[in-house]
């Protein structure tokens, strides 16, 4: 479905339309995560009555929401219309474009993923562990397939995972290219850069909409290579005269050949702990994406045999989730204890959101005794994502008429959008959109239609969704006031009490007879209500709650969390 080059259309005035019905001849843009926030990228692309989807991954929590494990998009826009999904395309491996898919595979198992070799080898694995299945299509940079009413083509960008891939959608409706995460690295570790010839001949094609990674939007310039690295890391392996500890994205492949290639040079063996960084890195290994030395990598037994010099450790953690080897390390949880002469080497970015966990693990383990190396005081990490320079660059080589930025926070978005525009896309073609925005592309022109509700379905351990805002708030009034229960027992006629009432405190600290004043304020209150209302086992829960939290603040200065249990006498 290719059309003949042709210049930039001019703007015309933005039309309104209904996002209740998609007209024919419009393709439809629904972002179901990934706007306004770092993770859970999915985007539905809808034409001719055949839905595509863009990335399925997951969101991991902040400290505001206490046991849940992760965040997935909200399909529910498109629940009832799963049979018409064509196929699922990933651009690259990491969790935030991956982790959801098993999830989504639970409600229609037979949905294609299509994407490149790593990454499906990456998703394969997880599937063992959901015990989910379908069918996966392995492509490469550079081919084209037909998925419905969707063209599909593959370009080479590099990120910080090898395989990246961006996506150039045609259909009767236009060209829409979505970039996934990428930057410009000119000197990859790999060798494998980003196919600016073909962004090139997509912007001749003539490029209608481009939804574009925001991540690094406000960094001014253009970010440095992979390779500016290696001294700073390979001084730390020199300079260490204990134990190097790494802590690393499990996927991160480029950063831990670079490790591994300064613990070889260094006479260092290396282990690899914690479960998703061992299967990552066979993967990886096994596929020829990693590079390993015989001998170099062995198990923690053996490597534990060594004297501390010797010792190099690649783990999970870098972001300081509490269940990661790092964190464990750092709370003296782990079998491996960090002390001194140890150097930790936190080779990864800092996540917003994460920065409060991330400090508390440094703290862990300076407080043991180890040096902590990092972003923050030496140059060992770069993102793989591009900055203001790169995008500006990309901008000027497509030439896009309408722009989405994707991938960022708010502030991300609006930065990304200030780009365009200063690259000469009209401010009216620039469109800042939420997650549920439903955009419509026609002639030319794509604009905010409507918008469906997008909700945070959050993942604590086996159940999916079950955990609300009201649940969470629970959680945390437990965490900070702690918990109240309150045992009446009570005739179930008169509602009275027929005993002494019971309180079970947690969470807080009290006097042995503290309670003795909120016992008697309970039985009033009782006493009061059964004169004038007829007794109910919701109407004495409600009072009870009233009464004690009422006495709680007054007494205590907490609001811990009520739990009425009324028994009949």
């Known amino acids: 479905m290719s059309r003949s080059p042709r210049q930039r259309r001019s703007p015309a005035a933005p039309r309104k339309r209904s996002s209740s019905a998609l007209q024919a001849g419009h393709l439809r843009v629904i972002a179901t995560g990934g706007l306004g926030e770092i993770g859970r990228n999915m985007t539905v692309f809808e034409f001719d009555g055949k839905l595509l989807i863009v990335d399925c991954g997951v969101l991991f929590p902040e400290e505001h929401q206490p046991g849940v494990d ?163 890391i390979e001084k730390v392996f020199r300079e260490t005269s204990g134990r190097v500890i790494v802590s690393s994205f499990a996927s991160h492949v480029h950063r831990i050949q670079q490790v591994l290639d300064a613990a070889h040079a260094q006479g260092r063996k290396v282990a690899f702990v914690g479960r998703s960084m061992v299967r990552n890195m066979k993967i990886a290994t096994d596929l020829s994406y990693l590079d390993v030395p015989d001998g170099l990598v062995v198990d923690l037994p053996k490597l534990n045999r060594l004297p501390a010099n010797k010792i190099t450790l690649i783990c999970t953690g870098s972001q300081g989730e509490p269940l990661a080897a790092l964190s464990r390390m750092a709370s003296g949880e782990h079998q491996i204890k960090v002390g001194d002469g140890d150097t930790v080497l936190m080779a990864s970015s800092l996540i917003p959101g994460n920065e409060n966990a991330i400090y508390r693990v440094i703290n862990g383990l300076v407080d043991k005794g180890a040096r902590v190396v990092h972003k923050g005081n030496a140059k060992v990490h770069v993102s793989g994502h591009a900055s203001a320079g790169e995008l500006v660059y990309c901008y000027n080589i497509l030439e896009p008429a309408n722009v989405l930025p994707v991938h960022g926070e708010s502030r991300h978005l609006r930065a990304n959008a200030d780009l365009a525009i200063k690259t000469g896309v009209p401010r009216d073609r620039v469109l800042i959109a939420e997650n549920g925005s439903v955009i419509d592309l026609f002639d030319g022109i794509a604009t905010i239609t409507g918008s469906v509700p997008i909700e945070l379905i959050y993942v604590d351990g086996s159940a999916v969704g079950g955990v609300t805002e009201d649940s969470l708030a629970d959680r945390r009034l437990l965490a900070n006031e702690g918990v109240l229960t309150v045992i009446a027992i009570v005739d179930p006629d008169t509602g009275l009490l027929v005993d002494d009432v019971d309180f079970i405190g947690r969470g807080f600290a009290h006097e042995a007879n503290a309670f003795d004043s909120l016992a008697k304020a309970i039985g009033k209150t009782l006493t009061r209500e059964s004169d004038v209302k007829v007794a109910s086992r919701e109407n004495i829960e409600k009072r009870i709650v009233q009464e004690s939290a009422r006495w709680a603040k007054q007494t205590l200065g907490r609001q811990p969390l009520i739990v009425p249990v009324v028994v009949d006498g």
């Open 70 to 232: 992760v965040i997935l998009p909200d399909w529910s826009c498109i629940r009832d219309r799963l049979d018409d999904v064509v196929a699922i395309v990933l651009t690259h491996g990491h969790e935030d474009h991956i982790g959801g898919v098993p999830y989504l595979l639970r409600e229609r198992g037979d949905i294609p993923v299509i994407s490149s070799r790593l990454t499906l080898h990456f998703l394969a694995a997880k599937f063992e562990e959901f015990k989910v299945s379908t069918t996966l299509i392995e492509v490469e940079a550079g081919q084209t397939r037909q998925e419905g009413p969707f063209e599909l083509e593959f370009i080479a960008v590099n990120h910080s995972i090898p395989d990246g891939l961006a996506i150039a959608i045609r259909t009767d409706a236009g060209l829409v290219l979505h970039t996934g995460d990428f930057k410009m690295d000119q000197f990859p570790l790999d060798g494998r850069i980003t196919d600016l010839r073909s962004f090139a001949r997509l912007g001749e094609e003539g490029l209608d909409l481009l939804l574009v990674d925001s991540t690094n939007a406000e960094v001014p310039g253009f970010m440095v290579s992979e390779r500016d690295l290696v001294p700073a």
